[in-house]
């Protein structure tokens, strides 16, 4: 069964780099699956972040492209978030994914990881 | 990229009543790549239905999708009390990928 868990600080100051690992149990992170980044401010809807899949190839929304990255590491079976210049706006739980086999739809969700950012 | 709208934003129905949620793309969503989630206050989205119809591994028949091009529909046969939750649909066919703002599927 496969398990997703997120980690990182959970406070972060304005300005600065929001960066947060996805470690992976349970499955292969070598072959099939897209492993993605959503998130979700207090109160409020989902927004798709980015994606990559196991070869590398990465995906974006164009929204938060310019201050995202998104990797993989498959020999720590991790993949992780980095986003830059932060403000109040990207405070929000932050869910890390396992899409279904060759499909890009999130299927598997870690149990998410609140951000705040503030000084 | 493509909006989604859901309709309605709160839908008040009693357990044993069957629920029809509606999902609205301003574009053709590509190879019907429309998911349905489920959400719990405080838990992470659960995956209902993807493809438009298809049903999530472990998930019971009273859920159920259908629907193409533009308009798709999530229907719950048979409310529990457990049903009750927020509905997003979700389309991965374009990037970005999107979501719809959510109904609430509320105990009336």
């Known amino acids: 069964q496969v398990q997703l868990q997120e980690s990182g600080p959970g406070l972060v100051k304005p300005s600065e780099t929001l960066s947060l690992t996805c470690t992976v149990s349970?499955?292969?992170?070598?072959?099939?699956?897209?492993w993605g980044w959503i998130r979700q401010p207090p109160g409020k809807g989902l927004e798709w972040i980015a994606s990559?899949?196991?070869?590398?190839?990465?995906y974006y929304n164009p929204s938060l492209k310019s201050r995202v990255t998104i990797s993989i590491d498959t020999s720590k079976k991790q993949f992780s978030l980095n986003l830059r210049s932060v403000t109040a706006a990207d405070t929000a739980v932050f869910y890390c994914?396992?899409?279904?086999?060759?499909?890009?739809?999130?299927?598997?969700w870690g149990q998410g990881t609140l951000v705040t950012v503030s000084s | 990229e493509i909006v989604l709208t859901q309709s309605p934003g709160t839908l008040s129905l009693s357990p044993g009543e069957r629920a029809t949620l509606s999902c609205r793309a301003s574009?053709?969503?590509?190879?019907?790549?429309l998911a349905w989630y489920q959400q719990k206050p405080g838990q992470a989205p659960r995956l209902l239905i993807y493809?438009?119809?298809s049903r999530a591994t472990g998930i019971p028949d009273k859920f159920s999708g259908s629907g193409s091009g533009t308009d798709f529909t999530l229907t719950i046969s048979r409310l529990e009390p457990e049903d009750f939750a927020v509905y997003y649909c979700?389309?991965?066919?374009?990037?970005?990928?999107?979501f719809g703002q959510g109904t609430k599927l509320e105990i009336k």
């Open positions: 994914t396992r899409s279904l086999f060759s499909s890009d739809c999130p299927y598997n």
């Open positions: 349970g499955s292969s992170i070598s072959s099939g699956y897209y």
């Open positions: 990559i899949y196991h070869s590398g190839i990465t």
């Open positions: 574009q053709s969503v590509s190879s019907n790549f």
């Open positions: 493809g438009a119809s």
């Open positions: 979700h389309q991965y066919g374009s990037s970005p990928q999107t």
